[in-house]
């Protein structure tokens, strides 16, 4: 009987056969050592294989197991609903273990003559530093024997010796006396600290000999340190298993009742998620003092190995982290925390694109654990579990109504007669300036979101509305005003701005839009010798004067939000709230709200005036929080909605994607695909579309869209079963797309 093995390629399973004389069970979720492509690969056993035949490579060894049976039945699944390939989901979800730097030992087999393949190898174990396509022969006729070792980590350390060479002068003898002392240091540097000394001093001391360097075995790497606070617990009761959420109120609150939960569970394995870093630090600072580990990709290889082995051996119960930790060995896991469930940082923009939720609760129901979401706002999808929402926490909001005609009365404490037929006051309003002239005056710190990066949000000649677009992307160029270029924000193309319209050789339009450049230019000339700081994808100032507590103004993207709040913060802008509007997907008002919530509890401390500059001022995403209300309100009414569409969660969705260089034969296919999936039976309300994407063009490929919808898992199964035909172009399928609207 074969096995299966899983590679961290874009492809399925492989099968080999086990190692020659194995005798046991199926060693399922262990690494081994496979052949590949003339050299060797790390692997993981996934199951027992159906190839019968002599003509499959051997599994060279198995080493340690690595990855626990119910991730691998989730992944399956998951591969068996998608057609995703079963080593792209593991190359995404288990994030290290691939690369184990083993040592290598050979030896031909007790009599085997090796002259034929010019390979001089000696009889006994040796260890082979050789990389070659030749042992892989050797390898294939069965003429060689092999194994692979573990090495044991060593470090460099230092010792006093009784004996060395010359004289020492008085603070060389003093720094060897120390180190006499205390045995072993690990560095010069701590010799010297210890002996108060400088390292010069320290280095006289070992070129004489007094002292010598030697390696010793190495010590756990050092992981994130545990921050000690005293928070206090929250009685409440949930149930043992299934899914249960948390939501509303302020971080601490939640966290308090985090907290009695995991310290319930700590004992049979907790697994804490959140979607970027800023809301792991967070989580950190609260609860990493119950015991726990930090897991994420800011680790090195040596950290993230180190943790995986705690975890699988029993020792760590306990990990906070971001979407890699999934993937952790816990040998029973009996509680799964996600936090902000419906983050769209939980999907994964290339590789298999999963949405990290959706494999969390399939992993939940393996495991039969609690599975429970926690955030500011609930996810739309997820009312249909019980949960608790907490009271909504006070806040502070003031809503510029650009709409507004500017004879209209004042419609609050900061409004005026901010706004003119030419809508003079943006991007900043005449009430924004007032707040940040504020600011300034007193020592404060603010932040201005701004809807994108660059300088304008287009050029536009004005006699015949020409607007310069990408070559390669059907999208418009954005000017930068740094390096005065337009560029494309899809596939990075720039070219120089056109003096003048090449259509009607027209003027152009003086280039300004909401974009992080001219709101800083603004900004700079209000508050002259303030300092303003920018921080986009492409330009990211040195922030370290603002965390320090300095006064200054932050203009940024939405990614600032990925780093912790100004200490001093005490404003908060929105430049141009209905730029998070302007999205064709039917989570774009879920999206907006949960911005707005995310905005007001970003300090963890004190709560920052909200400035949101808008043309829909009474958007009932805004009404909920300049109205406080719970959480969970705003989502029932959308919740209403999607109901009336047969949208998440009263039905399960596929995007499927035609990308072809040729715009006709990427609609073609989209019309061939269509009509193939009616013709198996599929209706007008499973298949929706085809229609061009919202981007029609990306990277010279023209894109056409159909969304499959059905009821259910099994309904969506068998309509993606339908798609595994050969089409004339690319086709892409994407399960539950986050950006998805017919």
């Given at each position: 009987?074969?096995?299966?093995?899983?590679?961290?390629?874009?492809?399925?399973?492989?099968?080999?056969?086990?190692?020659?004389?194995?005798?046991?069970?199926?060693?399922?979720?262990?690494?081994?050592?496979?052949?590949?492509?003339?050299?060797?690969?790390?692997?993981?056993?996934?199951?027992?294989?159906?190839?019968?035949?002599?003509?499959?490579?051997?599994?060279?060894?198995?080493?340690?197991?690595?990855?626990?049976?119910?991730?691998?039945?989730?992944?399956?699944?998951?591969?068996?609903?998608?057609?995703?390939?079963?080593?792209?989901?593991?190359?995404?979800?288990?994030?290290?273990?691939?690369?184990?730097?083993?040592?290598?030992?050979?030896?031909?087999?007790?009599?085997?003559?090796?002259?034929?393949?010019?390979?001089?190898?000696?009889a006994d174990w040796s260890l082979y530093h050789n990389d070659s396509g030749v042992?892989?022969?050797?390898?294939?006729?069965?003429?060689?024997?092999?194994?692979?070792?573990?090495?044991?980590?060593?470090?460099?350390?230092?010792?006093?010796?009784?004996?060395?060479?010359?004289?020492?002068?008085?603070?060389?003898?003093?720094?060897?006396?120390?180190?006499?002392?205390?045995?072993?240091?690990?560095?010069?540097?701590?010799?010297?600290?210890?002996?108060?000394?400088?390292?010069?001093?320290?280095?006289?001391?070992?070129?004489?000999?007094?002292?010598?360097?030697?390696?010793?075995?190495?010590?756990?790497?050092?992981?994130?340190?545990?921050?000690?606070?005293?928070?206090?617990?929250?009685?409440?009761?949930?149930?043992?298993?299934?899914?249960?959420?948390?939501?509303?109120?302020?971080?601490?609150?939640?966290?308090?009742?985090?907290?009695?939960?995991?310290?319930?569970?700590?004992?049979?394995?907790?697994?804490?998620?959140?979607?970027?870093?800023?809301?792991?630090?967070?989580?950190?600072?609260?609860?990493?003092?119950?015991?726990?580990?930090?897991?994420?990709?800011?680790?090195?290889?040596?950290?993230?190995?180190?943790?995986?082995?705690?975890?699988?051996?029993?020792?760590?119960?306990?990990?906070?982290?971001?979407?890699?930790?999934?993937?952790?060995?816990?040998?029973?896991?009996?509680?799964?925390?996600?936090?902000?469930?419906?983050?769209?940082?939980?999907?994964?923009?290339?590789?298999?694109?999963?949405?990290?939720?959706?494999?969390?609760?399939?992993?939940?129901?393996?495991?039969?654990?609690?599975?429970?979401?926690?955030?500011?706002?609930?996810?739309?999808?997820?009312?249909?579990?019980?949960?608790?929402?907490?009271?909504?926490?006070?806040?502070?909001?003031?809503?510029?109504?650009?709409?507004?005609?500017?004879?209209?009365?004042?419609?609050?404490?900061?409004?005026?007669?901010?706004?003119?037929?030419?809508?003079?006051?943006?991007?900043?309003?005449?009430?924004?300036?007032?707040?940040?002239?504020?600011?300034?005056?007193?020592?404060?710190?603010?932040?201005?979101?701004?809807?994108?990066?660059?300088?304008?949000?287009?050029?536009?000649?004005?006699?015949?509305?020409?607007?310069?677009?990408?070559?390669?992307?059907?999208?418009?160029?954005?000017?930068?005003?740094?390096?005065?270029?337009?560029?494309?924000?899809?596939?990075?193309?720039?070219?120089?701005?056109p003096s003048t319209c090449p259509k009607c050789k027209g003027a152009i339009w003086?280039?300004?839009?909401?974009?992080?450049?001219?709101?800083?230019?603004?900004?700079?000339?209000?508050?002259?010798?303030?300092?303003?700081?920018?921080?986009?994808?492409?330009?990211?100032?040195?922030?370290?004067?603002?965390?320090?507590?300095?006064?200054?103004?932050?203009?940024?993207?939405?990614?600032?939000?990925?780093?912790?709040?100004?200490?001093?913060?005490?404003?908060?802008?929105?430049?141009?709230?209905?730029?998070?509007?302007?999205?064709?997907?039917?989570?774009?008002?879920?999206?907006?709200?949960?911005?707005?919530?995310?905005?007001?509890?970003?300090?963890?401390?004190?709560?920052?005036?909200?400035?949101?500059?808008?043309?829909?001022?009474?958007?009932?995403?805004?009404?909920?929080?300049?109205?406080?209300?719970?959480?969970?309100?705003?989502?029932?009414?959308?919740?209403?909605?999607?109901?009336?569409?047969?949208?998440?969660?009263?039905?399960?969705?596929?995007?499927?994607?035609?990308?072809?260089?040729?715009?006709?034969?990427?609609?073609?296919?989209?019309?061939?695909?269509?009509?193939?999936?009616?013709?198996?039976?599929?209706?007008?309300?499973?298949?929706?579309?085809?229609?061009?994407?919202?981007?029609?063009?990306?990277?010279?490929?023209?894109?056409?869209?159909?969304?499959?919808?059905?009821?259910?898992?099994?309904?969506?199964?068998?309509?993606?079963?339908?798609?595994?035909?050969?089409?004339?172009?690319?086709?892409?399928?994407?399960?539950?797309?986050?950006?998805?609207?017919?």
């Amino acid at each position: 009987m074969s096995w299966l093995v899983a590679l961290p390629l874009p492809i399925p399973a492989l099968d080999f056969l086990p190692p020659h004389g194995f005798q046991g069970e199926l060693p399922l979720g262990h690494r081994v050592v496979v052949p590949w492509q003339g050299s060797i690969k790390i692997g993981i056993v996934v199951a027992e294989g159906q190839a019968h035949t002599h003509r499959l490579r051997e599994v060279i060894q198995v080493l340690d197991l690595w990855v626990h049976p119910t991730l691998i039945q989730t992944l399956k699944t998951y591969e068996t609903l998608s057609g995703t390939p079963l080593g792209l989901l593991y190359c995404d979800l288990i994030t290290c273990g691939w690369e184990p730097h083993l040592k290598h030992f050979v030896k031909p087999v007790e009599g085997a003559d090796l002259t034929a393949f010019d390979l001089d190898l000696p009889a006994d174990w040796s260890l082979y530093h050789n990389d070659s396509g030749v042992l892989d022969q050797v390898r294939e006729q069965g003429l060689l024997e092999e194994r692979f070792e573990f090495p044991i980590r060593t470090e460099l350390a230092y010792r006093g010796r009784l004996e060395g060479e010359g004289k020492l002068t008085p603070k060389q003898k003093q720094a060897w006396k120390t180190l006499l002392s205390i045995k072993e240091v690990p560095s010069l540097a701590e010799w010297a600290r210890q002996a108060e000394v400088s390292t010069s001093v320290v280095s006289g001391v070992l070129s004489r000999g007094w002292a010598e360097a030697f390696e010793r075995p190495a010590g756990p790497p050092e992981c994130v340190p545990v921050q000690e606070r005293n928070l206090k617990k929250a009685a409440w009761e949930v149930p043992e298993k299934g899914i249960y959420r948390l939501h509303g109120g302020h971080p601490i609150e939640r966290f308090q009742h985090l907290k009695t939960l995991i310290e319930q569970h700590l004992e049979t394995g907790v697994l804490y998620l959140t979607p970027d870093t800023y809301r792991l630090e967070r989580a950190w600072q609260a609860l990493s003092h119950i015991g726990a580990q930090c897991y994420s990709g800011t680790l090195n290889a040596l950290q993230r190995e180190h943790i995986w082995q705690q975890v699988r051996d029993g020792h760590c119960k306990l990990v906070i982290g971001t979407y890699g930790a999934m993937g952790l060995p816990f040998p029973s896991l009996s509680l799964i925390i996600i936090e902000e469930e419906g983050s769209d940082a939980y999907k994964l923009l290339s590789g298999s694109r999963v949405f990290i939720p959706d494999l969390a609760a399939k992993l939940s129901e393996q495991r039969e654990s609690l599975l429970l979401y926690s955030g500011s706002v609930p996810a739309v999808e997820s009312l249909r579990f019980e949960g608790k929402v907490l009271p909504p926490s006070k806040t502070r909001v003031h809503v510029v109504n650009y709409a507004e005609d500017s004879s209209q009365p004042e419609t609050g404490p900061l409004s005026m007669q901010h706004m003119k037929p030419a809508l003079e006051g943006y991007p900043l309003s005449q009430d924004l300036r007032k707040v940040l002239t504020q600011v300034a005056e007193r020592g404060r710190q603010a932040v201005l979101f701004a809807p994108r990066k660059g300088y304008s949000a287009l050029i536009r000649c004005r006699a015949c509305g020409y607007i310069p677009f990408c070559k390669h992307c059907d999208v418009p160029l954005k000017f930068h005003q740094g390096t005065r270029l337009m560029q494309c924000h899809q596939c990075g193309y720039r070219e120089s701005p056109p003096s003048t319209c090449p259509k009607c050789k027209g003027a152009i339009w003086q280039p300004k839009g909401p974009g992080t450049e001219w709101i800083l230019q603004e900004t700079r000339q209000l508050l002259p010798g303030f300092a303003v700081y920018r921080y986009d994808k492409d330009h990211q100032d040195d922030l370290r004067p603002i965390y320090e507590g300095h006064p200054g103004i932050v203009i940024g993207t939405q990614a600032l939000l990925q780093e912790k709040a100004p200490p001093e913060l005490a404003l908060v802008s929105l430049t141009l709230a209905d730029s998070w509007l302007g999205y064709s997907d039917f989570r774009t008002d879920e999206r907006y709200h949960k911005l707005l919530r995310q905005l007001l509890e970003w300090h963890p401390r004190r709560a920052p005036l909200l400035v949101v500059q808008t043309f829909q001022a009474f958007h009932a995403a805004l009404l909920a929080v300049t109205e406080p209300q719970p959480a969970d309100e705003f989502p029932l009414k959308d919740l209403s909605r999607r109901e009336l569409l047969k949208y998440p969660p009263y039905s399960l969705l596929a995007q499927v994607e035609v990308a072809s260089r040729d715009k006709t034969r990427s609609e073609s296919v989209a019309d061939e695909i269509q009509k193939h999936l009616i013709s198996k039976g599929a209706d007008a309300e499973e298949v929706l579309g085809p229609a061009p994407a919202p981007i029609g063009k990306v990277r010279g490929l023209f894109l056409t869209h159909l969304l499959l919808r059905a009821e259910n898992e099994t309904r969506l199964k068998t309509l993606l079963e339908h798609m595994d035909e050969r089409w004339k172009a690319r086709v892409r399928v994407e399960i539950n797309p986050r950006n998805a609207n017919f």
